[in-house]
């Protein structure tokens, strides 16, 4: 196989929402309540239900020079074009060799925490289902073949939830974004009972559950006074907590078909946790009453659990340990851990010991099994590839700095950047933008 | 080589103090005040300074048939004896083929904590100093080249604390049970100058630093509903937070013979966080500024950093991206991990790619020289086997439940066991023993 001929389908992006995203999906009763942008000193906001979200675009960077890289942009205008925009995000994917997307939401948070948070519940509801609708029309179907829609839902009504999700599948909604640990949010855990209609409505479906880290564990900063790039090393492998609970929760017996993605977790650490948690029931079970069924954790894991890199050599050469049924490929555009315009590159460079099948199904012959995601029977399979995609960019300009405006931060290149440093930034701008 | 000649030397076990091991070693003028065991309602705890602690022994449940594992022991007599007798421990050592031994603290917490935390700071240095002194003199010195001993630190001091390391090094201890991150109990961070004199005091005096998983990031309960097994699967990985925090610390560069171990950490996620940080430093260095002088992480990793398995096949077979030199074996006596009295055909069992050089490292010598531990001059090489050692302990009856008393918790064996259920024991153990 060559690099052009690959095809590469990413389950972990992230879309800016662009202004007005919600005005026409809001029902007519909330027009006027619809989440919206404001101009708050300088910085672009979103503002709903009484409340500003101070930072819109966290660390969308892609396309700044690397100095310049941070949780900054205070607005659209900072931002690479495609970070909002379909039309341009579409040529971003052509110029990184890219297929197809699941693009996680931003200002709603992204697993949609910001509309479990509210009071009013119906406005909230009404929120979620405007997202949704907006995700799926004017996002990825402005665009069809290229992306891989994925539904919020409200987290405090598990028929509710259930409700949401048929009513998106029934559009062609395969995938919806989950708390990997809805409990540290306050609300149920997996292991009650609340979700049961969730699980069935997925499973009945075929609907992909996709958590993110961050959206359950939090990623810790060790302390104010570490270097931020200690946070940004551990911050995948934070999901590990969260993958271990998965594990041992009740759904997987009940639903053989219900599915999960660990979206952004890393796959080198996989190995470890699936031999730790065998030996865990194997050395345990006799007290912890663990119950597999004859089966294994790790049996459960290779069945219902898809885990996700952007660039994981170690992972890709130990690719028989993890199970290259359920491992997919990412890009995380716009964040700060993209490696735009060169993603299929730095694939390319990692993955030389595998075999055509197993690249085959890593790239994107997983992802169109388990997220029912068929863009060959739209753009033809000829069109899919790295090569022919790259063909279609030839007029992108993928030179950095472009669009940014001027938003560098200013920093003393003799000392760290710590952990201290992001969190003040980010109060500061909670405070400055308090309503 | 055979399973007999390997040299088996342990870098995690614990020692559950013995009624009055304080006694003799405290200074005069706080003759009265040392900890010392009470009996409340049925249970053994330790008092000191006004405060009890609930829990004695932990999951002190070596020698238990594994239907009777858990958290529950609830006085010596419930505790095998090699848990706190140390010529009983030898005894057990010799069973289960191990050599020597790191032991860390039970009642005074892995770190010390307990210490930590009284306001009579005076007192409390009093009782560390009778702590690392009884150690040293009636634990570790009572069977010569059996243990690697092990002194804590006040951590409210950093001249204090450096004083310490001095005193027991010119003892002849070459080892500190420190927090992996003291900044989570309101103390500085390592990043902090505060610890300038204690780097300093290990370096000059070849003090390993051991940082026991749970002594700063607390391992995670998902939620009370989960499975304990999940929180079992997931805890030495709890320590990478940590780890990649002392990967971007700065004594090492000042510092070049300065070294820790994570203890406790399991072995095979660490090619992953190497990878991992390695691409931090390369993707993010132009604005985070960090800077290793040409060096990369994993540069730092391999060469102060030490990690250590009980069981661990998948990291075994990829000790080449972790680091032969630096890893290193543990049995976790007596804890419900523990594989005794067979941990030595469990290594056994997942070494078999191996060469001699690499068991021989990674069983003893990495320990010997970067833990200062000479055994072989004392004992004699040959009588330090596997084979040898047994030998010495035939007489040790290694069946299950012996001297565990009725302590046996009563489980319904069709509910898992919950995180919740074990909280709500230690809960419920803290109030019935408050003074």
Same mark, same amino acid.
């Given at each position: 196989?060559?690099?052009?001929?690959?095809?590469?389908?990413?389950?972990?992006?992230?879309v800016?929402?662009?202004?007005?995203?919600?005005?026409?999906?809001?029902?007519?009763?909330?027009?006027?309540?619809?989440?919206? #942008?404001?101009?708050?000193?300088?910085?672009?906001?979103?503002?709903?239900?009484?409340?500003?979200?101070?930072?819109?675009?966290?660390?969308?960077v892609?396309?700044?020079?690397?100095e310049?890289?941070?949780?900054?942009?205070?607005?659209? +205008?900072?931002?690479?074009?495609?970070? =909002?925009?379909?039309?341009?995000?579409?040529?971003?994917?052509?110029?990184?060799g890219v297929?197809g997307?699941?693009?996680?939401?931003?200002?709603?948070?992204?697993?949609?925490?910001?509309?479990?948070?509210?009071?009013?519940?119906?406005?909230?509801?009404?929120?979620?289902?405007?997202?949704?609708?907006?995700?799926?029309?004017? =996002?990825?179907?402005a665009?069809?073949?290229?992306?891989?829609?994925?539904?919020?839902?409200?987290?405090?009504?598990?028929?509710?939830?259930?409700?949401? #999700?048929?009513?998106?599948?029934?559009?062609?909604?395969?995938?919806?974004?989950?708390?990997?640990?809805?409990?540290?949010?306050?609300?149920?855990?997996?292991?009650?009972?609340?979700? +049961?209609?969730?699980?069935?409505?997925?499973?009945?479906?075929k #609907?992909?559950?996709?958590?993110?880290?961050?959206?359950?564990?939090? %990623?810790?900063?060790?302390?104010?006074?570490?270097?931020?790039?200690?946070?940004?090393?551990?911050? %995948?492998?934070?999901?590990?907590?969260?993958?271990?609970?998965?594990? =041992?929760?009740?759904?997987?017996?009940?639903?053989p078909?219900?599915?999960?993605?660990?979206?952004?977790?890393?796959?080198?650490?996989? %190995?470890?946790?699936?031999?730790?948690a065998?030996?865990?029931?194997?050395?345990?079970?006799? =007290?912890?009453?663990?119950?597999?069924?004859?089966?294994?954790p790790?049996?459960?894991?290779?069945?219902?659990?898809?885990?996700?890199?952007?660039?994981?050599?170690f992972?890709?050469?130990?690719?028989?340990a993890?199970?290259?049924?359920?491992?997919?490929?990412?890009?995380?555009?716009?964040?700060?851990d993209?490696?735009?315009?060169?993603?299929?590159?730095?694939?390319?460079s990692?993955?030389?010991?595998?075999?055509?099948?197993?690249?085959?199904?890593?790239?994107?012959?997983?992802?169109?099994?388990?997220?029912?995601?068929?863009?060959?029977?739209?753009?033809?399979?000829?069109?899919?590839?790295?090569?022919?995609?790259?063909?279609?960019?030839?007029?992108?300009?993928?030179?950095?700095?472009?669009?940014?405006?001027?938003?560098?931060?200013?920093?003393?290149?003799?000392?760290? #950047?710590?952990?201290?440093?992001?969190?003040r930034?980010?109060? +500061?701008a909670?405070?400055?933008?308090?309503?």
């Open positions: 196989m060559k690099l052009e001929d690959v095809i590469l389908v990413s389950v972990d992006d992230h800016i929402e662009p202004r007005g995203a919600f005005d026409r999906h809001m029902p007519e009763k909330y027009k006027g309540h619809q989440p919206k #942008v404001e101009n708050l000193k300088g910085r672009d906001v979103w503002v709903f239900d009484g409340e500003a979200t101070g930072y819109m675009g966290l660390n969308s892609v396309g700044r020079p690397k310049e890289y941070g949780m900054e942009p205070l607005g659209y +205008e900072q931002m690479r074009q495609g970070t =909002w925009d379909v039309k341009a995000r579409v040529d971003d994917m052509n110029a990184n297929l997307s699941v693009c996680f939401p931003t200002f709603p948070g992204f697993a949609g925490q910001r509309f479990q948070m509210s009071k009013d519940k119906k406005l909230s509801l009404a929120a979620i289902q405007a997202y949704n609708d907006w995700h799926l029309h004017d =996002w990825s179907n665009a069809p073949g290229r992306f891989i829609p994925l539904m919020l839902i409200p987290w405090w009504d598990g028929k509710a939830a259930a409700d949401e #999700v048929v009513r998106m599948a029934r559009q062609g909604v395969h995938a919806v974004s989950f708390s990997d640990n809805p409990a540290l949010h306050g609300y149920p855990s997996i292991h009650d009972p609340h979700w +049961e209609p969730f699980w069935k409505a997925c499973s009945d479906n #609907v992909m559950i996709c958590c993110h880290i961050g959206t359950g564990v939090k %990623p810790e900063h060790a302390s104010d006074l570490s270097p931020i790039d200690a946070w940004i090393t551990s911050m %995948p492998m934070s999901i590990s907590n969260s993958a271990a609970d998965w594990l =041992w929760a009740p759904m997987w017996k009940k639903y078909d219900l599915r999960m993605t660990l979206s952004e977790s890393g796959i080198g650490w996989i %190995p470890y946790l699936l031999e730790r065998d030996f865990t029931h194997r050395h345990h079970h006799a =007290w912890t009453n663990s119950n597999f069924n004859g089966l294994k790790s049996d459960v894991f290779r069945k219902h659990i898809m885990s996700c890199f952007i660039e994981d050599e992972g890709l050469k130990n690719l028989d993890i199970g290259e049924d359920m491992v997919a490929f990412e890009t995380d555009y716009p964040h700060s993209c490696t735009w315009p060169e993603s299929a590159e730095t694939f390319w990692q993955c030389q010991g595998l075999t055509d099948e197993q690249i085959n199904k890593i790239t994107h012959l997983n992802v169109m099994r388990e997220y029912s995601y068929d863009p060959f029977s739209i753009l033809g399979r000829e069109n899919c590839t790295v090569g022919a995609l790259r063909k279609l960019a030839e007029h992108v300009d993928t030179s950095p700095a472009l669009g940014m405006g001027g938003a560098a931060p200013k920093r003393d290149p003799s000392k760290p #950047v710590t952990s201290g440093d992001i969190n930034m980010f109060s +500061e909670d405070a400055n933008t308090a309503l």
